[in-house]
């Protein structure tokens, strides 16, 4: 007969083994989280333990912020009602207005004019595989005119933020929406910093403790 690993297990070594594992798990939870996914559900648990974590953290949103206030994030997160348009943020013509959902009002649905990609040639619809809309009217998003630490703190808060939690913020950075900055079509510009470079960064801010950098730091727009 062969013999192997296997041939050692008795029924009497399983019952050890299993105790060992409850006890590991048992232990695993009162000294923190059982996994990843607990930590992640509450922005309560993140929160920067060292001064290093704080600095870290506060120097990766430095990063993400630059490509939060770039015009291909901006433009869908104005301070008014009316998504902006263009490297300089100007108004969208055409009387285009966000509407309770952000869809647009009446005939003027963002819809009937942004499609599943973008369409080719200049100062041509933008689209991408995710509905074109703005966030709805009851929770704005606005980055436009927030400092650095006025954005970190609502990005956080669920009050503002659409109840997203830590876990729902990093997912969202994976979005068809997010990820289209870096496909604009043609005749526009992609944020300062490549997507995967934003990704990281974004981790890092969150894992690091989510700190919202000292005020008063402000890109100009
Ligand atoms: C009547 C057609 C039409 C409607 C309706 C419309 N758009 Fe547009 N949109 C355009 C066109 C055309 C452009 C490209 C303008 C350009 O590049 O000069 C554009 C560009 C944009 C841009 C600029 C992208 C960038 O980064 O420069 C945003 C943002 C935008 N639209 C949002 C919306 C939203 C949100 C809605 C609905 C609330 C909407 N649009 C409804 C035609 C429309
Ligand atoms: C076509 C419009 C559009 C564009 C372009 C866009 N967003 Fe958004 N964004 C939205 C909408 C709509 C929501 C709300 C989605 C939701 O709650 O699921 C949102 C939500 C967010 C949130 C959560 C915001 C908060 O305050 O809690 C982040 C972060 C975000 N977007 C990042 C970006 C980044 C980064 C870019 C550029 C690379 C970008 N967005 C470009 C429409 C857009």
Redesign the pocket.
């Known amino acids: 007969m062969k013999t192997g690993w296997y041939n050692h297990i008795r029924p009497g070594n399983i019952t050890l083994c299993a105790t060992a594992i409850t006890l590991a798990l048992t232990l695993a939870a009162t000294l923190g989280f059982k996994n990843d996914d607990d930590k992640y559900k509450s922005w309560d648990n993140i929160k920067a333990v060292t001064a290093r974590d704080s600095l870290l953290s506060a120097n990766a949103f430095m990063q993400v912020y630059k490509?939060?206030m770039s015009p291909?994030?901006m433009?869908?997160?104005p301070s008014g009602d009316i998504p902006l348009n263009g490297d300089d943020n100007h108004l969208h013509p055409q009387g285009v207005k966000r509407g309770p959902d952000?869809k647009g009002v009446y005939a003027l649905k963002c819809t009937n004019c942004h499609q599943k990609q973008n369409t080719p040639g200049l100062n041509m619809p933008p689209g991408t595989t995710e509905e074109?809309?703005?966030?709805p009217s009851n929770m704005k998003?606005v980055f436009q005119g927030k400092t650095a630490h006025e954005l970190a703190e609502?990005?956080k808060d669920t009050k503002?933020?659409?109840g997203?939690s830590p876990h729902d913020?990093l997912e969202?950075?994976k979005t068809d929406?997010?990820k289209?900055?870096w496909n604009p079509g043609e005749g526009r510009s992609t944020?300062p910093l490549p997507y995967a470079e934003f990704v990281k960064q974004w981790n890092q801010w969150i894992n690091s403790g989510a700190v919202a950098p000292a005020s008063g730091e402000k890109l100009a727009r």
């Open positions: 490509v939060l291909r994030c433009n869908c997160h952000g074109w809309h703005l966030p998003m609502q990005l503002q933020n659409g997203k913020m969202h950075v929406l997010v289209w900055g944020p």
